[in-house]
């Protein structure tokens, strides 16, 4: 017998741009996946693969900011899967959207086969083992790694790319080592950028983007600081957050 499903609040993204349905209890969707929306160049190309799109928070911004992208999202948990249809529905995007249920360990018959342009991720941040997991399916998927760990997710998404498709990935930025030696040998192209929780800060997340079978050097970029000295959020970080900016990677 399948799990009720959760019960769910209708919330907005982009200044009221995206409706996204989201379970009242586990995890729900902050800034993370707005900004790595915000990341992804439209001129990588038109097939995006989102590796545990969750309700779909992400992959919805990022259709509203470029209408000639296509977005198919693999999600292991069915609950999340029929949020991010039933989402795409409510914002009118069910067209250029699909959710295909299926854990990246062992892709599901929809995927095998499949190459895309470009492929996403918002990874768990916490390692299982240094990490209190939470209690709450929803929250410990999204929150620490299980079966599938950072070298799981990179694996994937190498899997998923044609020659010279690229990679859009969130995560902390004290697992960056960690993330580069993953890329080393078959991606280049390479782009971090920090995100500064304010001016004169230690940046807790960095913005990444690598590019499959090229070799071209690393490059830092000058990130953006996400608040201001009062503690709201820094204008340039308004664009992207409340108006729907894209956020270039430079």
């Known amino acids: 017998m399948s799990a009720a499903p959760p019960e769910t609040s209708e919330d907005s993204l982009l200044g009221g741009r995206v409706r996204l349905l989201q379970p009242l209890l586990g995890y729900r969707a902050a800034i993370d996946p707005v900004l790595l929306a915000a990341a992804v160049d439209p001129a990588g190309g038109r097939e995006v693969l989102e590796l545990g799109c969750g309700s779909g928070a992400a992959s919805l911004c990022l259709l509203r900011r470029c209408p000639e992208l296509r977005v198919t999202g693999l999600e292991i948990d069915p609950q999340s899967a029929a949020l991010a249809r039933r989402s795409a529905a409510l914002n009118g995007l069910e067209d250029r959207f699909r959710a295909v249920e299926g854990d990246l360990l062992a892709p599901p018959p929809e995927l095998v086969g499949l190459a895309f342009d470009q492929a996403i991720c918002n990874p768990p941040y916490n390692r299982a083992a240094s990490a209190t997991v939470s209690q709450k399916p929803g929250l410990a998927r999204a929150h620490s790694e299980s079966a599938a760990v950072l070298d799981d997710w990179i694996a994937a998404a190498r899997r998923a790319l044609k020659p010279k498709g690229r990679l859009t990935l969130i995560h902390r930025a004290d697992r960056l080592g960690e993330i580069l030696s993953l890329l080393r ?46 503690g709201g959020f820094s204008p340039q970080a308004e664009t992207v957050l409340r108006q729907g900016a894209a956020l270039p990677l430079e």
């Open 185 to 230: 040998g078959w991606a280049g192209e390479i782009v971090v950028f920090p995100l500064w929780p304010g001016a004169g800060r230690p940046a807790k997340r960095v913005l990444l983007r690598a590019r499959a079978g090229v070799a071209t050097p690393m490059k830092l970029a000058a990130g953006l600081a996400l608040h201001d000295a009062d």
